[in-house]
């Protein structure tokens, strides 16, 4: 889980395996974002997930959101090499859009 | 062609000087953003800016100061650098600030290192 960890997770899996990341958040929310960072560049959304959307698929990703545990998850099926990156959960707060990023989940994929 | 451009790419000051980071974006966008990334720690919200004003201020300090002197532009003015600033800042956009369901867009990042 992203948040309340003090250190960036790191998983390593081999391509063609499946993987879910989880992410807690503390305050309320209605939307959680996903974000992709490769490295040296800025981070960018892969996906966004409402409250009245338990799940949502965008090829190979797929977001839950459980509102009642403040949870999230993002999982890649069947994931390739150009996957590894690091993903962030973030929350929007209601003041003026501001992102709150949980700590990120650093994904290897290895041939 | 990229659409936020952030200068320079990476930059090394000295303890104690002053540096500005700029960032020009290209996207049509109201609202902009400054994060900051450090080694230990996740991204964290510093300002948002709204047809160039100021909307919400996150820094402690106000050595970190936003200057925006067109709506696409949004630099940050950093003064009496300490190495603690070392970090990568971050400049973005969305179409406006309005909302939690705005995407966010993130330029490269300027790369700061404070000797």
């Known amino acids: 889980s992203q948040w309340g960890e003090e250190n960036l997770q790191a998983l390593s899996i081999q391509e063609g395996e499946d993987v879910t990341m989880n992410c807690s958040y503390k305050?309320?929310?209605?939307?959680v974002h996903w974000y992709r960072q490769d490295s040296g560049r800025g981070p960018a959304l892969i996906i966004l997930i409402r409250s009245n959307e338990r799940e949502k698929r965008s090829g190979r990703l797929r977001a839950t959101l459980d509102t009642s545990s403040q949870s999230s998850s993002l999982s890649i099926t069947a994931a390739q090499c150009e996957d590894t990156a690091v993903y962030f959960c973030?929350?929007?707060?209601?003041?003026?859009?501001?992102?709150?990023f949980g700590q990120g989940t650093s994904l290897s994929v290895v041939p | 062609d990229p659409k936020i451009i952030q200068k320079p790419k990476y930059l090394v000051a000295v303890t104690g000087s002053e540096k500005i980071l700029i960032c020009e974006q290209y996207?049509?966008?109201?609202?902009m953003y400054w994060y900051r990334q450090s080694a230990k720690k996740p991204l964290e919200f510093m300002f948002s800016y709204s047809y160039q004003k100021l909307m919400d201020n996150q820094t402690a300090s106000s050595r970190f100061q936003p200057q925006s002197s067109k709506k696409n532009h949004l630099d940050l003015q950093i003064t009496a650098l300490k190495p603690d600033d070392s970090a990568t800042y971050f400049c973005?956009?969305?179409?406006?600030?309005?909302?939690?369901?705005?995407?966010?867009?993130f330029g490269p990042g300027t790369r700061l290192t404070v000797l």
């Open positions: 973030a929350t929007a707060s209601s003041s003026f859009s501001k992102l709150v």
């Open positions: 305050t309320y929310t209605t939307v």
């Open positions: 973005a956009s969305s179409q406006d600030c309005q909302g939690n369901y705005a995407e966010q867009f």
């Open positions: 996207l049509g966008h109201n609202a």
